[in-house]
C-alpha cells in the first residue's frame, strides 16, 4: 500500500513537500517513482524516481527544482519541490515497482497510490 500526503496550495516560488509512506513490502527491494498528472491531462512519465539503491534521478522539466529521496527505515519516500510554477499543479502520485533499474514509464509500476493535490497560483 502506497499513501501519498503534503500536497496543498502554494503560490508560484514556493516549496511543498510530499510523502509516500508505504506498508506491506520491503522498500529496498523497491523503486518508488513520483507521477504527475496535470487538470484535464493525462499521467504523464515519472517526475523523479527513486531506484531501490538510493540512486535518483529527475526528468529535466523538474531538475533543479524537485529532490526526490527515500528512509528505507521509515517506509517513507519523499518528493522535495521547491520553485514550483503553476504548470506544476495536479495530482501527484507515488508509485512503487521490485527491482533494480530506472522506471520510467507508469506501465512499469505494479502498485499506486490515491495521489495528492497540488495547486500553483500565479
Known amino acids: 500500500q502506497l499513501v501519498e500526503s503534503g500536497g496543498g496550495m502554494v503560490q508560484a516560488g514556493g516549496s511543498l513537500r510530499l510523502s509516500c509512506q508505504t506498508s506491506?513490502?520491503?522498500?529496498?527491494?523497491?523503486?518508488i517513482g513520483w507521477f504527475h498528472q496535470a487538470p484535464g491531462k493525462e499521467r504523464e512519465g515519472v517526475s523523479c524516481?527513486?531506484?531501490?539503491?538510493?540512486?535518483?534521478y529527475c526528468v529535466d522539466s523538474v531538475k533543479g527544482r524537485f529532490t526526490i529521496s527515500r528512509d528505507n527505515a521509515k517506509n517513507t519516500v519523499y518528493l522535495q519541490m521547491n520553485n514550483l510554477k503553476p504548470e506544476d499543479t495536479g495530482t501527484y502520485y507515488c508509485?512503487?515497482?521490485?527491482?533494480?533499474?530506472?522506471?520510467?514509464?507508469?506501465?512499469?509500476?505494479?502498485?499506486w497510490g490515491q495521489g495528492t493535490q497540488v495547486t500553483v497560483s500565479s
Open positions: 506491506g513490502f520491503t522498500l529496498e527491494y523497491y523503486a
Open positions: 508509485a512503487a515497482t521490485y527491482g533494480s533499474f530506472w522506471y520510467l514509464f507508469h506501465y512499469e509500476y505494479t502498485n
Open positions: 524516481v527513486s531506484r531501490n539503491d538510493g540512486q535518483a
